[in-house]
């Protein structure tokens, strides 16, 4: 079937959460189907990174969208009833290079993030299907809560109000949903009652599991740092979390890895024994490089795959209920649970003295994402859905996945 892929950033390289599932997802119908992407992209795209993703795909066309807000925007998403999170990709010319693309006899529109679903007009004589990394409702209704200006709080607040909104009325249109977690399917199954499961999954030749452990006290933390999320779990650990577990092994050290870290979180940097490192080439060395990996988030949504790749390097983890949600973990069997600073810090405590304890909750998480997470067991799960929207027959494109 001829699909129209399209995207709220370059799916490439896949380098964070958002990415790393919509290329493996775009590879994975690629391979068997014809497919166009359109993508928007902003001034931090490299040019040969849109040559790249064109060897897999029939035709790639990029809309500029600068990396800001505009004033104009955060306006009206006060003064009418859209959330500013969809009015911010909101754009003529990406509407009319879609336009353009939809009377080449596309068969089925495929939306990355609900922010593209407003490029998928309905009535058209195509199938819809939207892909939901998360529901972004909830993740504005957690940063609201965790949002310590007032302002922030209350513009974020109403903003999730209307989110909420905008997914029950925009859903319902859809002909399939793909949500990340059954969590997240029970919630837009209410909307579009064609939801199926499509879990993140990872790379597992790429993410293989590490020859030895680590007895070194090293922590790291990986992730987006411009993402909101991540920059407050970052800042939630240093300033809360680890002065606890300093004051009890005094040579702990944390590696704090992503790229575009925020000024707050480079200031982290400042204090003893914690390093931004900002954009590296490669992450996989600092996650296997560690004794211990965290994932103190309070606002999010979805499932992390950061903690697919840290279960698939063999690291023993500990997170907040947030950071794990939607995966099937369990408390002391493939991973540690803790909420508050202090269980937090005391569950990392209590992880770096055990080693035995380390090794069994690593080679229990390798099990897990070798039965249920590698991206070529989570790719068929999508192709079946595909297939049973019968908008017609697959067109093969010969690409590895």
Not at 212 to 240: E, I, Q, S
Not at 271 to 292: E, K, L, Y
Not at 343 to 366: I, N
């Amino acid at each position: 079937m001829k699909i129209l892929f399209l995207t709220h950033m370059l799916p490439y390289p896949p380098t964070d959460g958002a990415r790393i599932r919509s290329f493996n997802l775009l590879k994975t119908l690629a391979s068997r189907h014809e497919v166009s992407l359109v993508s928007f992209i902003s001034e931090t795209t490299r040019q040969e990174d849109i040559e790249e993703l064109r060897g897999f795909v029939c035709d790639l066309q990029t809309v500029f969208r600068p990396q800001k807000y505009l004033v104009k925007d955060l306006l009206r998403g006060v003064c009418t009833s859209e959330p500013f999170t969809i009015i911010n990709y909101r754009s003529d010319q990406m509407t009319e290079l879609v336009g353009r693309k939809l009377s080449e006899g596309i068969e089925v529109v495929h939306c990355e993030h609900l922010n593209m679903a407003q490029y998928a007009p309905a009535g058209r004589g195509f199938k819809r299907v939207i892909d939901m990394h998360n529901v972004e409702s909830e993740i504005m209704r957690r940063y609201a809560e965790k949002a310590g200006n007032p302002l922030k709080a209350l513009y974020s607040g109403m903003t999730a109000k209307k989110l909420a909104r905008y997914e029950r009325d925009v859903l319902k249109g859809f002909d399939l949903c793909a949500a990340v977690s059954t969590r997240d399917a029970d919630h837009m199954r209410a909307f579009c009652l064609n939801t199926v499961v499509v879990d993140n999954g990872v790379d597992l030749d790429v993410f293989i599991r590490r020859e030895k452990a680590v007895d070194t006290p090293k922590l790291v933390y990986t992730g987006w740092m411009k993402y909101h999320a991540n920059n407050d779990a970052a800042r939630f650990f240093c300033a809360d979390i680890f002065p606890a577990i300093r004051k009890n092994i005094a040579e702990v050290t944390v590696d704090i890895v992503g790229k575009e870290p925020s000024e707050e979180v480079l200031r982290l940097g400042e204090i003893d024994g914690v390093n931004v490192t900002g954009a590296v080439p490669d992450i996989r060395p600092f996650i296997s490089g560690a004794a211990v990996y965290i994932v103190p988030l309070r606002v999010g949504g979805g499932t992390r795959l950061k903690i697919l790749e840290a279960m698939a390097t063999g690291i023993p983890i500990v997170s907040t209920s947030v950071g794990c949600e939607g995966i099937g973990l369990t408390h002391e069997k493939d991973i540690l649970i803790a909420d508050s600073a202090e269980e937090f810090a005391c569950q990392t405590l209590r992880l770096l003295g055990d080693a035995p304890l380390r090794q069994r909750l690593a080679v229990k998480a390798r099990e897990l994402v070798e039965e249920r997470f590698s991206w070529k067991m989570i790719g068929e799960k999508l192709l079946d859905s595909y297939n049973s929207l019968g908008a017609g027959e697959a067109r093969y494109k010969e690409i590895s996945l």
